[in-house]
């Protein structure tokens, strides 16, 4: 009898209970540490960790265009741009040879949000208009890839979506 091996899904490491925040805290999420466990195996990435940023750092935003966002820390100013992209280059080849079914971002993360993340324009006004540069990386590189953020999961037809999206993603790769 062959055993069904569970859906492999990339995660914010943060969501699982990691201390890995910027605050040396985390935002675990107990329907995807708890519940969702049982279902797949995740795999956890904390991309500023990762880059090389302590646990704590000092808080990052993104700053710019939607479609030039730079990654800067708010009180210094310093910009991790360069370091996250180079980053994100090295570890989505990493990930290929992992073939990941699905990825769960932590909601408006300046490194994960997939979306409304706060971004501030050059003349101080934020809009919510930004993606995280790991997300933006990793959308870009797998666009066929289904995404979701953990706060639209807590939906149950949204979650019910995604992991039929995961899994026929897992099938159609497996396939050829």
Not at 67 to 75: D, E, G, K, W
Not at 112 to 126: D, H
Request: charged content about 25%; overall charge positive.
């Amino acid at each position: 009898m062959t055993a069904i091996k569970p859906l492999r899904i990339g995660i914010s490491q943060c969501l699982l209970g990691d201390h890995v925040r910027y605050d040396g805290g985390h935002k675990r999420d107990a329907l995807l540490a708890d519940i969702l466990s049982r279902q797949v195996e995740w795999v956890p990435v904390c991309p500023e960790v990762e880059a090389g940023l302590g646990v704590p750092r000092e808080p990052m935003r993104l700053e710019g265009t939607a479609a030039s966002p730079r990654l800067v820390t708010i009180t210094t100013a310093v910009d991790h741009t360069a370091a996250m992209r180079q980053f994100s280059a090295r570890r989505l080849r990493e990930l290929e040879r992992l073939e990941l079914s699905g990825y769960v971002f932590k909601a408006r993360s300046p490194s994960c949000g997939i979306g409304r993340v706060p971004l501030m324009s050059a003349q101080g006004k934020e809009t919510p208009e930004g993606a995280g540069l790991f997300a933006q990386a990793l959308m870009a590189h797998f666009p066929a890839m289904p995404v979701e953020d953990e706060e639209r999961l807590h939906d149950p037809q949204i979650l019910k979506n995604f992991l039929k999206r995961v899994s026929d993603y897992c099938n159609s790769r497996d396939r050829v």
